[in-house]
């Protein structure tokens, strides 16, 4: 009887075990290593930051470039021989992706640099940072076409930095 009865409380033990939700484990923390701390240090490095997001820019904007440039047609195109007309949009799609890539990588440049000046004098990670970041950018992209120009492109590439940032926020 003694047997049947500690069967039995198994039984019951092994059911409210089973009926119980297990809590998940909580993985102990790591803590970095020597070179991941340095390559953190090296990749916060505003100078750093800038050039990386520069040369980015850059390959962007000559991808871009290359397909716009591919889309422009001769306006004589009924005149001209097919190999004129390769060779003319083969030239569209040199200039056209080499304009894009300077222009991508001053806007990559000045954008990273200036978040990350600001970043670092503010200490907090923020819209505002955006913000200044794309006033910057804008102006100084446009400041050729004089003041007013600089005024707009401040506003909107600071409008269109914010959108974007709450854009990439909500989608991460």
């Not at 009865?5 to 020597?34: D, H, L, W, Y």
């Not at 004098?121 to 819209?127: I, P, S, Y």
Request: aromatic share 6%; glycine share 10%.
């Amino acid at each position: 009887m003694a047997s049947s009865s500690g069967i039995e409380s198994n039984n019951g033990v092994s059911s409210s075990k089973e009926a119980e939700p297990e809590t998940p484990q909580i993985p102990p923390f790591r803590m970095p290593t020597m070179e991941e701390i340095r390559a953190q240090e090296v990749w916060n490095n505003c100078a750093v930051r800038s050039v990386a997001s520069g040369v980015m820019g850059g390959g962007l904007g000559l991808f871009m470039g290359l397909f716009l440039g591919a889309l422009d047609n001769p306006l004589m195109q009924e005149e001209m021989t097919a190999r004129e007309q390769f060779i003319y949009t083969a030239k569209q799609m040199g200039r056209r992706s080499w304009s894009s890539c300077k222009a991508f990588a001053v806007m990559g440049l000045i954008f990273s640099a200036a978040e990350c000046i600001v970043e670092k004098a503010r200490a907090k990670h923020d819209v505002t940072n955006t913000v200044v970041a794309g006033c910057v950018t804008g102006g100084s992209m446009s400041a050729k076409g004089g003041p007013k120009a600089a005024c707009v492109g401040c506003a909107g590439f600071a409008a269109f930095s914010v959108l974007i940032e709450k854009f990439l926020e909500r989608h991460t």
